[in-house]
C-alpha cells in the first residue's frame, strides 16, 4: 500500500464516505436476490455494535471493512470493498489484517463473514481464504442459501 493511503476509523459526516457506501450497495444489487443480500446500510453501520474503517487516498475513500458484535468474542466481517479501480493492489488484504488486529486486540476470539457465492465475489473468497478463513455452516441469524459462502477465522 503506497504511503498516501491511511487506514482511520469512519466518520459519517464525510459525503464521500457515503456515496463509497452506496456505490457498495449498488454493485451488489444485482449478483443475488434481495433475501440474499446482506450488506449493511449506512444507518445499520452507524450503530454502536459496528466499527467501520475505511482506507484513504488524499481526501477519498477508496475502501471500506467493517466488524459487527455477533456475541463476546465473535464478531462479523461485513462491508469490504475495494474501489473498483484500484482493486488488485492490496489494498484489501492490508484492511483485512487492520481488521483482524483490531478484533484480536479487543479480546475477540473469532471473526466470521458471509459473501457471496456468485463470480462477482470469487476475489474476496480467495483473500479470505488466504488470510485463513475457512468454509463453516451459516452463523448468526444466517440461513443456509446457495447464493451464500460462509466462512470463518479463529484464534
Not at 469512519?10 to 443480500?37: K, N, Q, V, W, Y
Not at 474503517?53 to 467493517?66: E, K, L
Request: aromatic share 8%; net charge negative; with cysteine.
Amino acid at each position: 500500500m503506497a504511503a498516501t493511503h491511511v487506514i482511520e476509523r469512519a466518520d459519517f459526516d464525510d459525503t464521500g464516505l457515503t456515496g463509497f457506501l452506496e456505490a457498495h450497495l449498488s454493485d451488489i444489487a444485482p449478483t443475488a436476490p434481495a433475501t440474499s443480500r446482506h450488506a449493511l446500510n449506512i444507518a445499520e453501520l452507524m450503530d454502536s455494535s459496528v466499527r467501520l474503517w475505511v482506507v484513504r487516498q488524499g481526501s477519498d475513500v477508496v475502501a471500506t471493512g467493517a466488524l459487527a458484535l455477533l456475541e463476546p468474542g465473535h464478531e462479523e466481517l461485513k462491508s469490504m470493498r475495494t474501489a473498483p479501480e484500484l482493486r488488485g493492489q492490496g489494498i484489501a488484504r492490508l484492511l483485512l489484517e487492520h481488521l483482524l488486529l483490531d478484533a484480536k486486540m479487543r479480546g475477540v476470539a473469532r471473526v466470521s463473514l458471509e459473501t457471496g457465492s456468485m463470480d462477482f465475489f470469487e476475489p474476496a473468497r480467495r483473500l479470505y481464504l488466504s488470510s485463513g478463513f475457512v468454509p463453516c455452516g451459516p452463523f448468526g441469524c444466517y440461513e443456509k442459501d446457495p447464493n451464500s459462502v460462509f466462512m470463518t477465522l479463529a484464534w
